[in-house]
């Protein structure tokens, strides 16, 4: 454990799957009223499930393209969030206490894109790939929880309907510029399940 994730675990000590769980719950219910928190919850969906992908395959292929999907699911996602909502958490959640969280959740990101990049060089079918993979997860599952339960519920709670409209928008955007179709020769399972998962979702629904 680096001393980074020794900080990260003294502040934001790992949560229980029952709290994750009720978090979960909390946001999709939040999601009903704002499009950006359904696509980011239909992504850390479609993320967990590259995830299981990656630790179900027997094989190598399979598991170096279940990485490659998380890989670029993954930094889609943080992009879009980094560029979208990141600024919006300054600006609502507070000078002081929203320019910490923005602070932290980027870190945070960046030291998973570090971790991914590091578990390339690893043999999949070793131990210390699989273990370098539960740190990934367990470090991303952390950060989940902390948007979706803390920094992302209390925005949603902040913003005016034009506001959320306007985020929805530009998280969209965002995201389509990296895992779009024509990022792409054809969209991955996890991607489609995402899709499929946030265009079911509409504002007052």
């Given at each position: 454990?680096?001393?980074?994730?020794?900080?990260?675990?003294?502040?934001?000590?790992?949560?229980?799957d029952e709290k994750r769980a009720e978090a979960r719950r909390e946001a999709e219910e939040l999601a009903r009223e704002h499009?950006?928190?359904?696509?980011i919850v239909a992504h850390h969906k479609a993320i967990e499930q590259c995830f299981?992908?990656?630790f179900a395959a027997t094989d190598r292929d399979t598991r170096q393209h279940?990485?490659?999907e998380l890989a670029r699911l993954n930094t889609g996602h943080s992009i879009a969030e980094e560029v979208t909502v990141y600024p919006a958490l300054i600006e609502y959640n507070g000078a002081l206490g929203g320019k910490v969280q923005a602070a932290i959740a980027y870190e945070e990101q960046q030291m998973a894109k570090i971790e991914q990049a590091m578990l390339e060089k690893l043999d999949p079918m070793s131990a210390e790939w699989r273990e370098k993979l539960e740190h990934i997860q367990s470090a991303i599952q952390q950060h989940v929880y902390e948007e979706e339960s803390n920094r992302f519920?209390?925005?949603a709670k902040a913003i005016s309907p034009a506001e959320s409209a306007r985020l929805s928008r530009r998280y969209a955007e965002e995201f389509e510029r990296y895992c779009g179709a024509d990022a792409q020769d054809e969209p991955a399972?996890?991607?489609?399940?995402a899709a499929q998962e946030s265009g079911s979702r509409s504002p007052g629904t």
């Open positions: 454990m680096s001393w980074l994730d020794k900080i990260g675990s003294t502040l934001f000590p790992l949560v229980s499009q950006w928190l359904a696509q299981a992908d990656a279940a990485m490659k519920a209390d925005l399972i996890p991607l489609q399940m």
